[in-house]
């Protein structure tokens, strides 16, 4: 079949560093996209992993290990805005394959 | 703002009625996907159409169908229908490179 994992939950403090885990079950894997949603809002796009290691955008980085079929997403200097669910997405072929997400709560 | 618009923001109907969603996906994007997404869900994907024709499907019901028109705006029509089907309907759109879609704002569909 084809899955994707993520914790339902993560809590960080405002200024410190969490990482979001994805692991993946998927024929024909192409490579890992995250997306944030913020509460009523629509899905953004972060980042996208085709291949291994880390690619570093600002405050945000993501990673992607293909032989482990495992990425993260890092997230640095958290800000309260920051808080929000995340997806990561496997593509396959010409579709994405959608986690259920992962609320990020942050206290101040 | 992505550049995908939906239309309407907001939707209350009845069960058993038929109601119809509308996008207009971002200049020059060939590439329209449906999402639905429940109360503190994940999204679900439904349908992707690329420059017409239907590309991929995913969790769609058989009350649900879509189409996208030569203008490449798309419609998601959703018949007979239940208190379940009330969710966040999403459309997206894409150019090449589909691990990168951008998002409309949204339809929010309420069953009574």
């Known amino acids: 079949g084809q899955s994707l994992e993520q914790p339902s939950e993560v809590t960080a403090v405002e200024g410190a560093i969490v990482q979001i885990n994805c692991t993946y079950q998927t024929s024909g894997f192409y490579g890992l996209s995250w997306y944030q949603q913020h509460d009523g809002g629509a899905p953004t796009f972060l980042s996208y992993?085709?291949l291994d290691g880390l690619e570093e955008t600002g405050r945000f980085s993501s990673f992607l290990s293909r032989s482990d079929s495992y990425g993260y997403l890092l997230l640095q200097e958290l800000q309260m805005k920051d808080s929000a669910s995340y997806f990561c997405?496997?593509?396959?072929?010409?579709?994405?394959?959608w986690g259920a997400g992962t609320k990020l709560i942050i206290k101040p | 703002d992505s550049g995908v618009t939906q239309t309407p923001k907001h939707l209350i109907t009845a069960t058993g009625q038929r109601v119809t969603l509308r996008c207009s996906p971002r200049?020059?994007?060939?590439?329209v996907y449906w999402y639905q997404q429940s109360l503190d869900q994940g999204l679900q994907f439904l349908i992707q159409y690329y420059n017409g024709e239907e590309r991929a499907k995913g969790n769609i019901l058989e009350r649900f169908s879509a189409q996208q028109f030569p203008d490449l705006h798309s419609e998601l029509n959703l018949s007979s229908l239940e208190l379940g089907d009330s969710a966040l309907y999403f459309c997206?759109?894409?150019?090449?490179?589909?691990?990168?879609?951008?998002f409309g704002p949204g339809t929010r569909l309420t069953v009574l």
């Open positions: 992993n085709a």
């Open positions: 997405a496997a593509l396959r072929g010409n579709q994405l394959i």
């Open positions: 997206a759109s894409s150019a090449s490179p589909v691990y990168e879609q951008f």
């Open positions: 200049s020059g994007d060939l590439s």
